[in-house]
């Protein structure tokens, strides 16, 4: 390939991965058209790629098929048109040319032309095929996940779940998308096996990682779930909404006249602890009384299936989620079955940003703690670490746990171990002398660390106009 040709090329492939494929196009439409590239191969394949990206299979296939007229065992063109064949459905076509780039040895031909044979009834070659490409890349959670389909395919539910488990368990954690295609694996083994409320927990998981997985979102409606009962109460409220108003309704506040909404100034929590005091329980433990269902799940402290066994005349939930979102049947848009009440938390939308706010920083210091640590905490592990380091909760603890023993040893009126838990009560305590003093001998300390901008903010002014 000559030099010009190559750079051009390298060119379009930096557009494209810049997220640029317009721009990427163009080059190399230019060096097929007048540019000496129309001999070469590797335009035609970007252009391919470039067309397989934007879901046109139609021209995808004729600049794979341009590639291999020039270099007819170009490995990636042969893969790629055997993928556009698969997507439009001609498997037929797709295995003789997924046979011969498998034959080069990529992977990615190998998971192809596995998922292929399987597709075309040829399971056990389709089995082997599928082992086969696992072995060469035992790390692999894609060639898992493919052995996986393949027996899925085959009809060994078993098989699949097995190896959906084992992608599970390669599948890095920054990895989401590979790891939520294992989970929904994983949830078409089980729901194959007649392990529906399991096969529901695994589709919560990989929704979790990808709200959009496609393989979760399309199996879950079909999957049974555990079912509503008369009596069951919902404690409804967006995320971060604590000092807050509650609204008891038997319909979503929207479909209400204000005479039927009786307002609270109640939090969530708070609304809980009334809840389990209503039924008889005010020693209960909110948390597993009234448990949360999204993160009871997510987090595994709760399966469905205990969610659907919990040994109360009246279950009480507390969700962030909207109806529809619940993994329990009967819960859909709209008014909730009669016998179910709702009680929706509302709270002020401007100090809900403020809270979020507060709380995404808060994800980050621990997020950078971990990295410190080189510690991989996934995202409920993060919120755990966030709800229990805060200033609040740890003050409890302490109260709960070492507080006699604290305050044996305080002077009386003195404060406690958790006596503020905010930032700068130097001001209130420093006399402006003691102030300029301490911040000349801070910068100087702070010289050439990087950190004075921390505490000494630069001063933006102004300018008129």
């Not at 317009?22 to 590797?42: K, N």
């Not at 048109?81 to 080069?104: D, I, K, M, N, Y």
């Not at 496609?214 to 999957?223: F, G, I, K, V």
């Not at 909404?261 to 948390?287: D, K, S, Y």
């Amino acid at each position: 390939m000559p030099p010009e040709v190559a750079q051009r090329l390298s060119e379009a492939v930096s557009l494209a991965q810049a997220g640029q494929p317009d721009a990427a196009r163009a080059v190399c439409s230019a060096l097929v058209e007048r540019g000496g590239g129309s001999r070469h191969p590797q335009p035609h394949f970007v252009l391919g790629v470039l067309a397989s990206a934007d879901g046109n299979h139609v021209a995808a296939e004729a600049h794979y098929r341009a590639a291999l007229s020039l270099e007819p065992s170009h490995a990636g063109a042969l893969t790629n048109l055997g993928q556009s064949l698969l997507a439009t459905g001609r498997v037929a076509e797709a295995v003789p040319l997924l046979r011969r780039a498998a034959s080069f040895g990529p992977l990615e031909a190998r998971l192809n032309l596995a998922s292929a044979l399987a597709r075309a009834g040829e399971h056990s070659e389709a089995a082997e095929e599928a082992a086969r490409a696992a072995q060469l890349s035992p790390g692999s959670a894609t060639a898992l996940t493919v052995l996986g389909d393949v027996a899925l395919l085959g009809g060994d539910a078993s098989g699949a779940a097995e190896a959906a488990a084992r992608a599970i368990t390669a599948a890095a954690r920054s990895d989401a998308a590979g790891l939520a295609a294992a989970w929904a694996l994983r949830a078409a083994a089980l729901a194959e096996s007649g392990d529906a409320i399991a096969a529901l927990e695994a589709c919560a998981q990989s929704l979790l990682l990808v709200p959009d997985q496609p393989r979760a979102r399309a199996l879950r409606p079909s999957l049974a779930a555990p079912a509503l009962r008369s009596g069951d109460v919902f404690i409804a409220t967006f995320p971060k909404s604590g000092a807050s108003r509650a609204a008891a309704a038997r319909l979503p506040t929207s479909e209400l006249p204000r005479s039927r909404l009786t307002e609270l100034r109640l939090g969530t929590t708070w609304l809980q602890q009334i809840v389990c005091c209503l039924f008889g329980e005010p020693n209960a433990h909110v948390q597993t009384r009234v448990p949360w269902v999204e993160a009871a799940v997510a987090t595994g402290a709760f399966s469905l299936r205990q969610l659907a066994a919990l040994p109360h005349a009246r279950r009480a939930f507390k969700t962030h989620a909207p109806p529809e979102g619940l993994p329990v049947a009967g819960c859909l848009a709209g008014a909730p079955p009669p016998g179910v009440a709702v009680v929706v938390v509302v709270r002020d939308p401007r100090d809900v940003a403020v809270s979020l706010y507060h709380h995404s920083r808060a994800l980050k210091a621990v997020a950078r703690v971990a990295g410190l640590l080189g510690v991989q905490p996934d995202g409920a592990a993060l919120d755990a670490a966030v709800r229990a380091s805060s200033f609040e909760a740890m003050r409890q603890r302490h109260e709960a746990t070492d507080g006699a023993a604290s305050r044996a040893m305080r002077h009386e009126g003195e404060a406690g171990h958790f006596r503020r838990g905010s930032p700068g009560g130097w001001r209130e305590k420093f006399t402006p002398e003691q102030s300029r003093r301490f911040d000349a001998a801070l910068r100087e300390r702070l010289g050439g660390s990087g950190l004075e901008e921390e505490f000494f903010p630069p001063v933006t002014t102004g300018v008129a106009r």
